[in-house]
């Protein structure tokens, strides 16, 4: 299996911007396609972004597409989040998250095509 573990979380001020990373051990970090989720107070986990194994391809969510990019280092074994233009609802707790599959935007997007998942990183975003 793969052990996830994000961070870079943090408080900022709504225009700012935060690069959030996961650092993956265990089995080969270049196996998996790769996914970042957030979740809310109250709200249910939503999918943010996705990248494929090679980072050819990625997937955003409509609510964080020009404004957030994922990527990925595979001879480091870490996944990043940048995330500028920062927006009070981008509050939420980040997660990081691990898959053999790789679909259309509408497989990517769900939870449970994903096999591990960090721990999670908060991002606070103040107005």
């Known amino acids: 299996q793969v052990q996830l573990a994000e961070s870079g979380g943090g408080l900022v001020q709504a225009g700012g911007s935060l690069r959030l990373s996961c650092a993956a051990s265990?089995?080969?970090?270049?196996?998996?396609?790769m996914g970042w989720f957030r979740q809310a107070p109250g709200k249910e986990r939503e999918f943010v972004a996705a990248?494929?194994?090679?980072?050819?391809?990625?997937y955003y969510a409509d609510s964080v597409k020009g404004r957030f990019t994922i990527s990925r280092n595979n001879a480091k074994n870490t996944l990043y989040l940048q995330m500028n233009s920062l927006k009070p609802e981008d509050t939420a707790g980040y997660y990081c998250?691990?898959?053999?599959?790789?679909?259309?935007?509408?497989?990517?997007?769900?939870?449970?095509?994903?096999?591990?998942w960090g721990q999670g990183t908060q991002v606070t975003v103040s107005s």
């Open positions: 998250a691990a898959s053999t599959t790789w679909g259309p935007i509408k497989t990517m997007t769900r939870q449970t095509v994903y096999s591990y």
């Open positions: 990248i494929t194994q090679g980072g050819s391809s990625t």
């Open positions: 265990g089995r080969t970090f270049n196996n998996y396609n």
